[in-house]
């Protein structure tokens, strides 16, 4: 067994190397089952009063709390730089000579395929063509002009890319230290021990931080799971003529939940390794081929266009709150998006965390944070760009499906050539982006619920699946989209402190490990050494200051000597 540079055991330093993982926790597991069973039963026996309480809630989280969200944000991404391009980024998660489990490819893939595969099919489209229609409040551009479309675009990568990135990095990156390098449990209560004492991090509190990670973990996931089943619905509707109503989404939710309970018993190496690196090359192939057959010189007149444009317009997008504009659109978009990512949090950190063994810290929050980012953005630009321009050119009338968020991509592909094809390859895709993100959700759900136990109980890891499912359903039958909505901003409120704590502690341990070398080192330290060493040669090369030879003259007083005296 290696040891840290800390002197702390690694019990997690090779894959092969792992302690016997702990069983279920049977009160977390018992308080989380009966929490989540008593929501479903709420939404589905008391519709309208579950409607209305959760309405009356969300009116007053985004009266009351919009500015902590965007907050919070904003402080996630500038920690994921300040700490990568510091003298911490050289850690290593892990044994200092640890190496990464998982390839480059593979990790990539199984990170973006957890991280938010099916969004990007449901919004990939829908986001920027609803901009382009329906420009953001404030932004002051006439709908359906070349102006609305670069605003679209922005947007969709201010959603998409960096911050959403930013929030799934701090998880993760605090949830690897503590587990791999600090030899923990892999839960997110582990992380506060520098906080709390590790006596409360297994205690009641700890349990209770747990919690909540699995509260908001169910209830993203769900959301996730639910736009995905809408969007399988609307495809096999528009392609084959089925009827698109509650009872087919059900049956899609049931389906695909068994093939999700499939794939847990194969296990992270196997089911989740595969079906992840099976839709990278989907949604790459799909992205190459509308890029081909679609209008590639504007696409890629767009790409460098709306980065730009992006990072030109980042602060002050980054900073809007609602007080000055229309604070209905930001709980729609922007707040929603801020939610929906931290309520995903625990889950994507935890998976990233559980993956990414070996790597330092630079690496990770790098891989994390530009990797996914600068897909996303190439994915925005192929499918959104190119439904803006097949209906501003009058290839296509898109307009129609600007509301209609999960047949917007369906609309697009038709007005391609071979558009049932590419349909039917979009739909499995995000049938499969729903099982993998189901496989994940559970697997997290399972560590967090069995003590952080790297390899929880296949039992119990079905069990949070089944749940999960359920929570989707109910809340579709519920209200729909809205209704997925509402949950997860209602859910995240109280884990946006959880994060901001979370980032505290582990700072907190940074600053104390060995690994990341004395402080001297850092960057700024570096600069600054640098800087005075050149004001030090400047002033060799000048000769002897007046201090210098006033010094001289004291000295020579002292002796007796006056041939040192200063000129006046």
């Known amino acids: 067994m290696s040891v840290h540079s800390t002197g702390e055991p690694a019990p997690y330093s090779t894959p092969g190397e792992s302690r016997e993982d702990p069983p279920p926790d ?17 939404a589905a026996f008391g519709k309208k009063n579950f409607e209305s309480v959760t309405g009356t809630a969300l009116s007053w989280v985004l009266g009351n709390f919009a500015w902590l969200f965007v907050v919070a944000a904003n402080i996630f991404l500038v920690l994921c730089l300040v700490i990568a391009f510091s003298r911490f980024g050289r850690i290593r998660l892990g044994a200092d000579d640890a190496d990464p489990e998982f390839g480059n490819l593979t990790w990539i893939a199984m990170m973006f395929s957890a991280g938010m595969g099916i969004g990007l099919m449901f919004y990939g489209v829908g986001e920027p063509l609803q901009h382009y229609v329906s420009p953001p409040p404030g932004s002051g551009v006439p709908p359906q002009t070349g102006a609305a479309a670069r605003t679209a675009l922005e947007y969709s990568f201010f959603h998409w890319t960096l911050t959403p990135w930013a929030i799934y990095g701090m998880a993760g990156l605090a949830l ?9 449990g892999n839960r997110l209560s582990s992380v506060f021990v520098p906080l709390i004492g590790e006596r409360r991090a297994n205690g009641l509190p700890g349990r209770a931080i747990d919690l909540l990670a699995v509260f908001a973990t ?7 799971l639910g736009l995905g089943t809408l969007q399988v619905a609307k495809g096999l509707h528009l392609t084959t003529g089925s009827v698109d109503s509650r009872g087919t989404q059900l049956v899609i939710i049931f389906a695909l939940s068994a093939a999700f309970v499939g794939s847990a018993f194969s296990g992270l190496h196997k089911g989740v390794k595969w079906l992840s690196t099976l839709n990278i090359l989907l949604a790459a192939l799909l992205m190459l081929f509308v890029f081909v057959v679609g209008p590639t010189v504007y696409i890629l007149d767009s790409i460098p266009a709306s980065i730009g444009g992006y990072l030109n317009d980042l602060l002050s997008m980054a900073s809007r709150t609602g007080a000055f504009t229309d604070r209905a659109w930001l709980g729609t978009w922007t707040i929603f998006y801020w939610a929906w990512w931290l309520s995903w949090a625990p889950f994507v950190g935890t998976f990233i965390a559980r993956i990414s063994h070996g790597r330092t810290i630079r690496e990770f929050l790098i891989g994390v944070l530009l990797v996914p980012s600068g897909a996303t953005t190439i994915w925005f630009c192929v499918l959104g760009g190119t439904a803006i321009r097949l209906d501003a050119t009058g290839a ?15 609309g697009m592909l038709d007005a391609l050539p071979a558009g049932t094809v590419s349909s039917w390859v979009a739909m499995v895709l995000v049938m499969t982006y729903f099982v993998t993100s189901a496989d994940s959700a559970s697997l997290v759900m399972g560590s967090l619920t069995s003590g952080g136990a790297l390899h929880p109980r296949t039992w119990l890891v079905v069990t949070w699946g089944i749940l999960m499912a359920a929570v989707a359903a109910v809340l579709l039958l519920a209200g729909g989209l809205g209704s997925l909505q509402t949950a997860t901003i209602l859910v995240a409120l109280p884990f946006v402190l959880v994060m901001l704590a979370l980032c505290w502690a582990l700072l907190t341990e940074l600053r104390a490990d060995p690994g990341a070398g004395p402080a001297r080192h850092h960057a700024l330290h570096g600069l600054r050494d640098a ?4 004001v030090g040669d400047a002033i060799t090369a ?6 210098a030879r006033l010094r001289r003259a004291a000295d020579s007083r002292r002796s007796g000597d006056d041939s040192g005296t200063p000129e006046k």
């Open 396 to 410: 296509a009338h898109l307009t129609s499906t600007a509301k209609d968020a999960e047949a917007s991509l369906f």
């Open 531 to 534: 800087v005075r060493a050149m």
């Open 26 to 42: 049977p009160k977390v597991v018992g308080i989380g089952v009966v929490a989540v069973l008593a929501v479903v039963a709420w």
């Open 218 to 224: 169910v209830f993203g996931t769900a959301t996730s």
């Open 176 to 184: 690897a230290y503590s587990v791999f390098r600090k030899g923990r």
């Open 542 to 547: 000048a000769g002897p200051t007046r201090h």
